[in-house]
């Protein structure tokens, strides 16, 4: 049977805010935010062959192996948009944490739908690949552009950011994550929005190469509700700082938090204070 395989990188959040649920449209009930994300060197890798039958292959036990799995719905969309009745097996070698608001499910969803253009040879644009990215997951159209860039997710703003920037980062993973729909679910929406001027300021800094400008605005308003529910994520992040990250934020809705390694800061060492599991990793070059 035929197969192509990828790595699937992923991304961390250096700026998010929450503007507010949508309230008309395709995408009533959703929420429009605007983000800056980063690719980093951390991926999995993601296999795709052609098959009788569809399943999903994943040692991960916190991983779907159905049709609820990112990977899946990818698939399934394919198939539908195109008029294909066809099926794969896909294969998830699993790197990125689960549940830890590094979007590692759409890194993979979108892996997907590149793999099966170029195994059934589909032909697929970038923009139909964005345009079916969106119906799988609000984060997946992010994926086809990758690097640095602005997204907005449910109101279809996606931007490239045009920066040579590269940073260092430890990636804290406490031994829980934070579900997608608890954190949502905890919005506090008197208070949410309030520090969408610094992320004008860090795309600035991202253009003019500035890392000052970056590092010192970074800011996630999910930390708002998730730290509520979660102190220990406060605590970790008040701790990154106490040993000597330049700054650092929690990654999309946590329960990640991301701390940026400044020239002087031992990232080994931090790793082993910082009393949670702990990955080193570099912006994707």
């Known amino acids: 049977m035929a197969s192509a395989t990828e790595k699937s990188f992923t991304r961390v959040t250096l700026a998010l805010d929450i503007i507010g649920a949508v309230g008309h449209g395709r995408f009533k009930g959703f929420h429009e935010l605007t983000i800056i994300k980063h690719q980093i060197g951390l991926h999995d890798t993601v296999t795709v062959e052609d098959s009788r039958s ?3 292959c994943c040692s991960h036990p916190a991983v779907p192996l159905d049709n609820t799995n990112i990977c899946w719905k990818a ?40 793999l099966l253009n170029t195994l059934w040879d589909l032909k697929l644009g ?23 860039a602005f997204d907005s997710e449910a109101t279809g703003i996606l931007e490239p950011i ?10 804290v993973i406490p031994d829980f994550g934070v579900s997608t729909r608890e954190a949502y679910g905890d919005i506090d929406y008197r208070i949410i929005a309030k520090n969408t001027e610094k ?54 809705s ?16 931090i790793g082993k204070e910082i009393g949670h599991t702990s990955l080193l990793v570099s912006s994707k070059k």
Request: some cysteine; glycine content about 12%.
């Open 254 to 269: 946590g329960s990640t938090i991301i701390g940026i390694l400044g020239k002087s800061a031992d990232g080994e060492k």
């Open 199 to 252: 992320t004008g300021f860090m795309k600035k800094a991202l253009e003019k190469n500035d890392p000052d400008g970056v590092i010192g605005n970074l800011h996630n308003d999910f930390e708002l509700s998730v730290f509520k529910r979660y102190p220990e994520l406060d605590r970790i992040k008040t701790k990154l700082l106490r040993l000597g990250c330049a700054n650092a934020v929690m990654s999309g």
């Open 126 to 148: 970038a923009e139909e690949l964005i345009t079916l990215g969106r119906s799988v997951g609000m984060d997946v159209p992010y994926y086809f552009m990758g690097n640095t």
């Open 162 to 171: 045009s920066t040579s920037l590269c940073f260092d980062f430890i990636l």
């Open 54 to 56: 569809t399943r999903i």
């Open 75 to 114: 698939l399934d969309a394919v198939k539908n948009s195109c008029h294909i009745d066809r099926n794969a097996v896909i294969t998830i070698e699993k790197n990125i944490p689960v549940f830890g608001g590094l979007a590692g499910g759409s890194a993979n969803g979108a892996s997907t739908l590149k």
